[in-house]
């Protein structure tokens, strides 16, 4: 495991728009609008989801934290790329993601974050006490989660089209 | 779940090489060369083990099935790369995976492979009669596997700075 590290923690999220355009740009339909199940995501869904991240969760938290007297958090809404997302293309989405997270990178780097400023803490409304640091770490592990979970997603489609290598395919046990 | 196609399983075979490229291709060593513990792979690995694939495994059982008159596979080596990676550096891979992965699909392009073509079959050394189109699946499902493994590596150097938030981010419980 390594330590917290502003610098390596944003190669991760400076990383992430370029990988999932890479990833999802030029697939069929039929890879992009399934999902795992009932109340499962699709990798659309997925997109839609890191969208809103960005535009309520991440950025917000961390103003909490650093700027504002009441360091409770508002709960996040899981949901809501459901409504979002609608009438949008995928593209339309990579698009709005990439640049939503380039601004909230910028911010984040304007903001020349000490070691003290990443021990500053805010509420969160089922945890209690965390840390910057510990929300910048939450950002970057969800990045790779969702990253992950849309391979996973993918992969799914094929479950019964693999024959007996389900066996060795350890993905899409899960 | 989709029906296979090879249409669009080749979409998801011709993304990878930009995928990880896109993924890797600016992260410090600490994410490239950790791994998840004793006998786990790195991104590094990971990458090294595809290229192994590239030369040894998907092109080579596909022709066996399609063209030659022993059926039997050869058993793939899942070690090889620690040799082949040897003195190489992840962007050598990844440049190495790039054209290898570019051939490939221009072979099985050129191959126009017919319905009956997809139903022939080749002997897996421990599943027996397998089909090229479970062969072709399980290509795509291999690639997206190790997407979804790199991720799940990488998350979990955050595992213990993420703190509280280990009970909402799924992938550090793997």
Redesign the interface.
């Known amino acids: 495991?390594?330590?917290?590290s502003i610098h390596?923690a944003l190669?991760?999220l400076?990383?992430t728009p370029?990988?999932l355009?890479?990833?999802?740009k030029?697939?069929?339909d039929?890879?992009i609008f399934?999902n795992e199940g009932e109340e499962t995501w699709s990798p659309f869904d997925v997109v839609g989801h890191l969208i809103h991240g960005e535009k309520t969760d991440w950025i917000q938290r961390l103003n909490k934290i650093l700027f504002e007297d009441d360091k409770h958090f508002l709960p996040f809404d899981r949901f809501a790329q459901f409504e979002n997302s609608k009438g949008k293309s995928l593209q339309d989405l990579l698009h709005e993601f990439t640049i939503l997270r380039e601004e909230n990178i910028a911010l984040v780097k304007s903001l020349n974050l000490s070691e003290n400023d990443l021990e500053k803490k805010g509420i969160?409304p089922?945890?209690?006490e965390?840390?910057a640091?510990?929300l910048l770490?939450?950002w970057?592990?969800?990045d790779?989660?969702h990253?992950?979970?849309i391979?996973?997603v993918?992969?799914?489609?094929?479950?019964?089209?693999?024959?007996?290598?389900t066996?060795?395919?350890?993905?899409?046990k899960?």
Chains 1, 2 share one sequence.
């Open positions: 495991m390594q330590k917290f390596k190669e991760v400076e990383q370029d990988t355009n890479s990833f999802l030029d697939l069929s039929n890879w399934f969160h089922e945890f209690g965390v840390t640091k510990q770490a939450t970057v592990t969800h790779l989660g990253i992950s979970q391979a996973r993918m992969a799914k489609q094929y479950k019964k089209e693999v024959g007996p290598w066996a060795y395919i350890s993905i899409l899960t």
